[in-house]
């Protein structure tokens, strides 16, 4: 009997460990597959009313906000991978109607480019990236 319970807690530690977990960050995947964006009558208010707040605002540009859903996944003693990113980038006018947008995925995502500006000595991409995981996190806490 005492062989059966070392063995049962060991199959379990080992069945665990196999399994992979999923964490959700930004906007659920439902919800960001639910934007509707029409071009010169979608304002910031509507998204934000829709979709909550964006995940993160250009640092350089006010008149662009980013709405990201981000799914990663991992197992036990293992790195996070991501298993699916999805980003809108929409470009506002100056009375904050949606002048333009664009849709990347986790193979396009790199050719974002936040700011054709050079950053100082105190924000570089560690910080951005700083930035847009602190926002995910907090929109997280609001799904």
Same mark, same amino acid.
């Given at each position: ?26 906007? %659920?995947?439902?919800?960001? +597959?639910? #934007?509707?964006?029409?071009?010169? !009558? /979608?304002?910031? @208010?509507? $998204? ?9 605002? %250009?640092?350089?540009?006010? +008149?662009? #906000?980013?709405?990201?859903?981000? !799914? /990663?996944?991992? @197992?036990? $003693? ?66």
């Amino acid at each position: 009997m005492y062989y059966l319970k070392i063995f049962i807690c060991i199959m379990s530690f080992v069945l665990t460990s196999c399994s992979s977990t999923i964490q959700n960050n930004g906007l %659920s995947e439902v919800k960001f +597959n639910e #934007i509707k964006i029409e071009i010169g !009558k /979608t304002s910031k @208010k509507d $998204l934000t009313r829709k979709y909550g707040p964006p995940i993160f605002q %250009s640092l350089f540009n006010d +008149n662009i #906000i980013y709405y990201v859903s981000h !799914k /990663t996944g991992y @197992k036990l $003693l293992d790195k996070f991978k991501t298993v699916k990113l999805s980003i809108y980038e929409i470009y506002l006018d100056k009375k904050n109607i949606v002048e333009n947008f664009q849709e990347y995925s986790e193979k396009d995502a790199l050719d974002i480019e936040i700011s054709d500006k050079e950053t100082g000595e105190d924000k570089d991409a560690v910080f951005i990236l700083k930035e847009i995981l602190n926002n995910m996190r907090k929109k997280n806490v609001q799904n």
